[in-house]
C-alpha cells in the first residue's frame, strides 16, 4: 500500500538537468534521506565548457552519496580527497562540521559520453552533526550484490534481506539498486519505519496500479511493501528510521536553525576551507555576488 507518489521536479543546473525527488513540500524525508536527485540522464558532446561543472561549495550536518548508472564524475575535497567515480561505485562524504567539495566532468569534457545516477544527501544523527569531516571510496567489487527471481541489484548501503553493506553510515538505513526483468518482483525489507522507491527506468506496478520514471513511492508503515516489473526496469529502494526534524537551506542541513546561520556566515567570510586542487573557485551563498569571500582558506 502507498501513502504518497513523489512526482521528480526537473531543472537545469546550467549544462544538464536534475530530476529534484526529495526534500518535497509534503514529505521532507524517508529515513534519514533529505535530498534526492536524479542527473541526467544526459549525453555530453567533447569539449563541454567548464561552467557545466559544479563549483567547490560548502555542506554541513549530511553526508553525501553519488551513485552513477553511467559515465563518470571527478570528485575533490577540502580533506584532500580526488577521486573518480564510475558506475556500480559509491563516494560517500560525511560533512559532518564542515565540508568542501567540487565535481567536475572531466571525462565528458576530453571526450564526450553520458552522465546518469543519482545523487542522494542523508541527515546525520544529532550526535554526529558535528564529527569530523570525511570521503569514502568504495568499488563496486566490494558491495554487496543479489541475483535471484529477475531480480539483479547491489547494496549501497545499510542492511537489507540479510546482506549488509561495508559502507560506513551513521543510522539504520537501506539503500538498494535493482533491475528487475519483466515479472521480476521486487520486495522493499521489513522492519524500517520509512520506506520508498524510486523508478529510474521502466515500469512497475504495486497494488494494480502503474508507475513509471520519476516517481517515488512511499510505502506504509508495517504493510508489506512489493513492486513487480511491467517491463525491463531499473529501481532504486531507500528508507530507514527517521532522525526528526532537520532544516535544510541552500547545501546546509542541521536541526538547529541558528547551526546553519553560523555556517552561512562561515562560508560567506571565508572561513570554510576549499578543495587544494580547485584554484580558489567557489559557489557565492545564494543572493551573495560572485566576488572572492574575506580571507579565503586554501
Not at 91 to 96: D, F, L, R, S
Request: aromatic share 8%.
Amino acid at each position: 500500500m502507498l501513502d504518497m507518489v513523489i512526482e521528480q521536479r526537473r531543472r537545469s543546473l546550467g549544462g544538464f538537468e536534475v530530476g529534484r525527488v526529495l526534500p518535497f513540500a509534503k514529505r521532507r524525508m524517508v529515513g534519514p534521506f533529505i535530498f534526492f536527485d536524479h542527473i541526467g540522464p544526459v549525453d555530453f558532446p567533447p569539449g563541454i565548457p567548464n561552467n557545466v561543472d559544479v563549483r567547490p561549495h560548502p555542506h554541513i550536518g549530511l553526508s553525501t552519496i553519488t551513485y552513477l548508472f553511467d559515465g563518470e564524475m571527478m570528485h575533490r575535497d577540502s580533506v584532500g580527497s580526488e577521486q573518480a567515480i564510475r558506475p556500480g561505485e559509491v563516494n560517500w562524504m560525511t560533512a559532518g562540521r564542515g565540508i568542501t567539495h567540487s565535481e567536475r566532468f572531466e571525462e565528458a569534457r576530453a571526450h564526450g559520453g553520458p552522465m546518469h545516477g543519482i545523487q542522494s544527501w542523508v541527515a546525520l544523527p544529532e550526535a554526529d552533526e558535528e564529527t569530523d569531516p570525511a570521503f569514502d571510496h568504495y568499488d563496486a567489487g566490494e558491495l554487496p550484490e543479489f541475483n535471484e527471481d529477475g531480480v539483479r541489484g547491489r547494496l549501497v548501503a545499510g542492511q537489507a534481506h540479510g546482506l549488509a553493506s561495508r559502507v560506513k553510515t551513521h543510522s539504520p538505513m537501506f539503500y538498494l539498486h535493482c533491475e528487475l526483468d519483466t515479472g521480476g518482483r521486487a520486495q522493499l525489507p521489513d522492519g524500517y519505519a520509512e520506506r520508498a522507491a524510486y523508478v529510474v527506468r521502466g515500469a512497475v506496478e504495486v497494488a494494480g496500479e502503474r508507475h513509471g520514471p520519476g516517481q517515488m513511492l512511499l510505502f506504509t508503515a508495517g504493510k508489506p511493501a512489493l513492486l513487480t516489473a511491467l517491463e525491463p526496469s531499473l529501481v532504486m529502494l531507500l528508507g530507514g528510521e527517521p532522525l526528526g526534524e532537520r532544516f535544510i537551506e541552500w547545501n546546509f542541513v542541521s536541526s538547529s536553525k541558528e547551526r546553519i546561520e553560523q555556517a552561512k556566515a562561515d562560508w560567506r567570510a571565508g572561513r570554510m576551507k576549499l578543495p587544494d586542487l580547485d584554484n580558489g573557485e567557489f559557489i557565492p551563498l545564494p543572493g551573495d555576488p560572485e566576488h572572492t569571500p574575506a580571507n579565503p582558506m586554501s
